[in-house]
């Protein structure tokens, strides 16, 4: 059993609260548009295996410790992780091919800054976008999202509302 704390688009906004909020998982996930290596710094010096991705707003220096595109397996859960990659029904070209051929259990993708689950019925696949975490866009509410991952499967889901 992994515990998972999910966050994206920070835009270069550190939050004291992520380090709360995450204290008692095992992963920390982010999906893309970290924005600064500051950022990433910090999340890399919480005491968990952190994994990103970049995003269109991330220069350089975030583009070369992180790729485009992750894909991994955590407690028999199959993951992709992609910073645009749309929502079931609409998936974005870069990763629509992906997606059909060989679809994940939990494809997790950040961009929007919209919180969204949603189930995949037709790639029997779990979608998550954590919304945005930082404090720039056009999100009301800045969130997280936390679960558990067991036996190929995701349980536990909860969302943090950071008002």
Request: hydrophobic residues 40%.
């Amino acid at each position: 059993m992994t515990k998972i704390g999910l966050l994206s688009d920070t835009h270069a906004w550190w939050d004291d609260r992520y380090a709360h909020y995450f204290s008692e998982c095992d992963e920390v996930w982010h999906a893309g548009d970290i924005g600064s290596a500051e950022v990433a710094d910090r999340f890399e010096q919480l005491p968990v295996t952190f994994r990103a991705v970049h995003g269109n707003i991330d220069g350089y220096d975030i583009r070369l410790r992180y790729p485009e595109m992750l894909r991994f397996t955590v407690d028999g859960v199959d993951v992709l992780l992609k910073h645009i990659g749309g929502y079931p029904g609409k998936y974005d070209p870069s990763v629509r091919a992906i997606l059909m051929e060989r679809p994940p259990r939990l494809f997790v993708c950040g961009h929007s800054h919209i919180l969204k689950v949603k189930y995949d019925r037709t790639l029997d696949m779990l979608h998550i976008n954590p919304g945005a975490a930082g404090v720039y866009g056009i999100q009301a509410v800045r969130t997280l999202v936390r679960f558990t991952l067991a036996e190929g499967a995701v349980s536990d889901l909860e969302v943090i509302e950071l008002r």
